[in-house]
Each structure stands twice: as C-alpha cells, then as structure tokens.
Nanobody, 123 residues
Framework: QVQPVESGGGLVQAGGSLRLSCAASRRTFSSNAMGWFRQAPGKEREFVAAASYGGGSTYYTESVKGRFTISRDNAKNTVYLQMNSLKPEDTAVYYC????????????????WGQGTQVTVSA
C-alpha cells in the first residue's frame, strides 16, 4: 500500500484561492476515478469531487459546484483541486483517494489514507 501524498493547503481569507495536489502511485492511476474528500473538526469525512480516469467526467458535491475544479494528470500520477471563492465552511483536512460511485454517492475505494493537507479559511 503506497499512501498518496497531498499538498498545497494553507491559511487563506474568505474569497481566496488554493490549489491542492495529490501524488499517488502508478497503480492508483491505472483505471479508477480519483476523488477528493475532506474532514472538518468533529465531522465525518465527506466527498468533495471526483474525476474519471480520462478526466472527461467530473463530479462535485453541491456545496462546491462552481467554485472548485478537479483535474488529473495521469502521466504524473497526480490529481489536483483548484479551489476558488473559498468560504470558512471549506475549512477541513483534504485527502485524495481512488473513488467509486454507488447508488448516486461517492465513496473512497481504499481504506488507507495519506496525511492530508490542512485548509483553513478565515472569515
């Protein structure tokens, strides 16, 4: 099991932007969708966005639609999350993982996670 490595988080004011990156193993990028998930203090981890293997199809949780953009570079085994117009409620630790959709909901495929990257948005 090779854990993904997330980076790019930080402290920003509301309305600001950040670009997260996740470097994963070549096996991880072999055929599955890749997703971003986040966990805020005291809350369960939740789905944020996913991109199909080819990147042609993307999916977002309602609260980030129009503000976040997921993309992936399979040659670099890296998935990105461009976050614009950030809000205090986006504050969380962000993680990436292989993702699959079932009954309309997105789930992480692997039960192991990277260390995540902290995003803090001040009001």
């Amino acid at each position: 099991q090779v854990q993904p490595v997330e980076s790019g988080g930080g402290l920003v004011q509301a309305g600001g932007s950040l670009r997260l990156s996740c470097a994963a193993s070549r096996r991880t990028f072999s055929s599955n969708a890749m997703g971003w998930f986040r966990q805020a203090p005291g809350k369960e981890r939740e789905f944020v966005a996913a991109a199909s293997y080819g990147g042609g199809s993307t999916y977002y949780t309602e609260s980030v639609k129009g503000r976040f953009t997921i993309s992936r570079d399979n040659a670099k085994n890296t998935v990105y999350l461009q976050m614009n117009s950030l809000k205090p409620e986006d504050t969380a630790v962000y993680y990436c993982n292989e993702a699959t959709r079932f009954a309309g909901n997105w789930y992480a495929i692997n039960d192991y996670w990277g260390q995540g990257t902290q995003v803090t948005v001040s009001a």
